[in-house]
């Protein structure tokens, strides 16, 4: 299902990083980001060209049209010059997505640990909105250890090199779901 029989994609195995994670993190094995996303499954699609998502069915950021072939600016306004009726639209649209149960993803309701190494999976549906809230908490929460502590001197997501890449990655899908939630492709985050 990863677009292969329309050339989009292919599936594999998910390899992750060897490369040891930073002194700041003084343990092993004992946070489910370590080895991510293998806790939570071993097979994703590798996406072809311009397309992109968990199953190869969309185009990557800044393209557009059937094939994603199309190449697409988008310009985001700058907040503080925003009409009212813009800013009414983005208060509009952030309240839908937040009505808006996302039809593509769920959330862990568990640790690794809790599902018992995936034989008790624990998900729940989200909202669009609530997703991204919880995508950044997921990235920069505290680490759970083995004993049932936690250690809350590691932020994986402010606290390392991919703080950049990382933020605008999530701000781009965050603005593509909107978009999706809305029907409005034109929508971009001030």
């Given at each position: 299902?990863?677009?292969?029989v329309?050339?989009r994609?292919?599936?594999?195995d ?8 930073g002194?700041q993190?003084?343990?092993?094995g004992t946070?489910d980001?370590?080895n991510w996303p293998?806790v939570f499954?071993?097979r ?8 992109m ?9 800044g393209?557009?049209g059937?094939n994603?072939?199309v190449?697409?600016?988008?310009i985001r ?7 009212t ?5 983005l208060?509009?649209y952030l309240n ?6 996302s039809?593509?993803?769920v959330?862990?309701t568990?640790?690794y640990?809790q599902?018992?190494?995936?034989s008790?999976?624990m ?7 609530d997703l991204?809230?919880?995508l ?6 505290d680490?759970?250890?083995?004993d049932?502590s936690v ?7 402010h606290e390392?090199?991919?703080?950049l ?5 999530f ?6 779901e909107i978009?999706?939630v809305?029907?409005?492709d034109?929508?971009t985050?001030?």
């Open positions: 299902s990863c677009g292969e329309s050339g994609g292919v599936c594999q998910v390899v992750p990083s060897n490369s040891p994670v002194a993190f003084p343990f092993s946070d980001r370590e293998i499954y071993n994703t699609c590798q996406c072809q060209g311009n397309f998502g968990y199953n190869c069915g969309e185009c990557r950021f393209y557009t059937p994603c072939t190449r697409r600016n988008m306004k700058e907040i503080f010059r925003m009409t009726a813009e800013k009414d639209k208060i509009a839908l997505a937040k009505r808006t149960i039809p593509d993803y959330i862990t568990g640790t640990e599902m018992n190494n995936g008790n999976p998900f729940a549906d989200i909202n669009v909105y991204f809230v919880w950044h908490y997921y990235a920069s929460r680490a759970f250890l083995e049932g250690w809350a001197n590691i932020d994986f997501a390392a090199p991919g703080f890449p990382w933020h605008r990655f701000l781009l899908l965050w603005e593509r978009q999706k809305t029907g409005d034109n929508f985050i001030p």
